[in-house]
């Protein structure tokens, strides 16, 4: 299986922060998708084929990486960003998800 | 656009089958992989395994010997079926759409159901 290691697994941040989570595959992915999930609520697809913005995110969102490492970078934190974020492979079966990273107001 | 909405007993007695129904709609179920998901309270996210509209399958193996997932394209409903189950199956089940061709993503998600598992 390739597992998915995200950093930090949490961290603390202020608005208009600029904010980078990374994740790490055991082995050569080519690409993964970032997910947003808030209390309570579904995942919400964030970034798809590592650097693809979903229609309706804002663009103070991104992503980029290849192979083994990848980035997601919120530009300038807003409130409502605060949430937990996942990386997920969908390369090889079984698809896996990083353990998520926490986002929380500093 | 697609909606998916999860339904099935919300507590299910250790050792007994876990069954769970996905109805899609906005959007045929036709020509695309459908995923179920589950989240521990308070942990991550599992994958459990995707099914095809033509009944083709991929499960976890972590579970595969406990699931059986199958597809109804009448109904624009898919299922999941998790057996002998126990405490550690207790999580929030939520049904997705498997987007994109080559590259595959989920989305959209439904809202999730929790199952307890508990005597």
């Known amino acids: 299986d390739i597992q998915m290691t995200q950093s930090p697994s949490s961290l603390s941040a202020s608005v208009g922060d600029r904010v980078t989570i990374t994740c790490r595959a055991t082995?050569?992915?080519?690409?993964l998708n970032w997910y947003q999930q808030k209390p309570g609520k579904a995942p919400k697809l964030l970034i798809y084929?590592?650097?693809n913005l979903q229609g309706g995110v804002p663009s103070r969102f991104s992503g980029s990486g290849s192979g083994t490492d990848f980035s997601l970078t919120i530009s300038s934190l807003q409130s409502e960003d605060f949430a937990t974020y996942y990386c997920?492979?969908?390369?090889?079966?079984?698809?896996?998800f990083g353990q998520g990273t926490k986002v929380e107001i500093k | 656009q697609v909606q998916l909405q999860e339904s099935g007993p919300g507590l299910v007695k250790p050792s007994e089958t876990l069954s769970l129904t996905c109805t899609v709609s906005?959007?045929?179920?036709?020509?695309?992989?459908w995923s179920w998901i589950r989240q521990p309270p308070g942990k991550g996210l599992e994958w459990i395994g995707n099914?095809?509209?033509?009944?083709?399958?991929d499960y976890n193996p972590s579970l595969k010997s406990r699931v059986i997932m199958s597809v109804s394209t009448s109904k624009s409903q898919f299922s999941l079926r998790l057996s002998s189950v126990t405490a550690a199956d207790t999580a929030v089940y939520y049904c997705?759409?498997?987007?994109?061709?080559?590259?595959?993503?989920?989305?959209?998600w439904g809202q999730g159901t929790l199952v307890t598992v508990s005597s």
């Open positions: 082995q050569s992915i080519t690409y």
């Open positions: 099914i095809y509209d033509s009944g083709n399958t």
């Open positions: 084929a590592a650097s």
């Open positions: 906005g959007g045929s179920i036709s020509n695309y992989y």
């Open positions: 997920q492979q969908s390369y090889s079966s079984p698809w896996t």
């Open positions: 997705v759409k498997v987007a994109g061709r080559h590259l595959k993503w989920f989305d959209p």
